[in-house]
């Protein structure tokens, strides 16, 4: 079997979020711990597992998506990946492909003429909480709120301005601690973006960044799903525009294209192949 490594949400290597993509034989899906086995040996933040699905159903594949450590219920990045692997490899038919998945229906990724990819995933809606006891010292910053993002599972939380998001340092282990406490997959953290020193439109609309280390995620760098609350979170406080574009200021850095349908959010980025491999365990 073949495995190819992707750099999702980035048009040049080495930069956005590296995922593992697997497209598996027609047939039964494997065991789920050989699943985690190969996601752990490649040790990318997401390794997608792909599944063709015979034809005339509601989708063309199903998808599955391990971190390192745990099964994930949406990735983003990694299904931008696989839609990327497919079109490579020559089994994307059409301008769309519909992948299954286990919690979340069917999503799509729709092919753009320049290599580029929209997927349509669910919005995930931010409701406010109170700030969680903790929480500002496993960050090392003080939010001005926060929100759960219901069945996404993350704690969106708004610091200051984009330099306290950028200069963030937290403390991973007491996050993986209030994570599982809270039961939460990890933690948003986001400021609306600041103009740049000469005072101009620095290209994005909103910063971020996500910590899952309880799993197996320490700091992801560009996190799809999360733009699924995050897109409306900033559409309600900027004027409620469909449009906008996240920056994730991880140590690889990476834009993602978001807009609003209705309860659908769409994410736009490119994707660029780093390695191909040959499985032989």
Not at 148 to 176: F, H, Q, Y
């Amino acid at each position: 079997m073949r495995i190819h490594v992707v750099d999702a949400f980035a048009t040049r290597p080495f930069a956005g979020n590296p995922a593992g993509v697997c497209l598996l034989p027609a047939g039964a899906w494997p065991q789920d711990s050989w699943l985690q086995r190969i996601a752990a040996e490649l040790n990318h933040p997401e390794t997608a597992f792909a599944l063709p699905i015979p034809a005339g159903g509601e989708a063309e594949w199903e998808i599955r998506w391990f971190t390192p450590l745990v099964e994930a219920n949406l990735c983003g990045h990694a299904t931008l990946a696989t839609a990327h692997t497919l079109r490579r490899e020559g089994l994307l038919t059409g301008g769309s492909v519909r992948f299954r998945s286990r919690f979340n229906g069917v999503l799509i990724a729709h092919a753009g003429e320049d290599g580029e990819f929209t997927l349509d995933f669910p919005a995930a809606p931010a409701n406010e909480v109170p700030v969680p006891d903790g929480l500002a010292d496993a960050l090392g910053a003080r939010p001005e709120s926060t929100f759960r993002t219901g069945a996404l599972g993350d704690l969106l939380t708004v610091l200051p301005d984009e330099a306290a998001v950028r200069s963030l340092r937290p403390d991973l282990g007491a996050v993986a601690a209030l994570t599982v406490r809270e039961g939460l997959r990890g933690v948003i953290v986001t400021a609306a973006a600041s103009a740049t020193a000469a005072g101009e439109d620095p290209g994005y609309d909103f910063v971020s960044r996500f910590f899952a280390p309880a799993k197996g995620i320490p700091e992801d760098p560009v996190t799809g799903s999360a733009h699924t609350s995050l897109a409306p979170f900033w559409s309600a406080r900027l004027g409620g525009r469909d449009g906008l574009v996240g920056f994730q200021a991880s140590a690889r850095t990476g834009l993602v294209r978001t807009a609003l349908r209705e309860d659908r959010v769409l994410l736009t980025g490119h994707a660029v192949t780093v390695l191909e491999a040959t499985l032989t365990a």
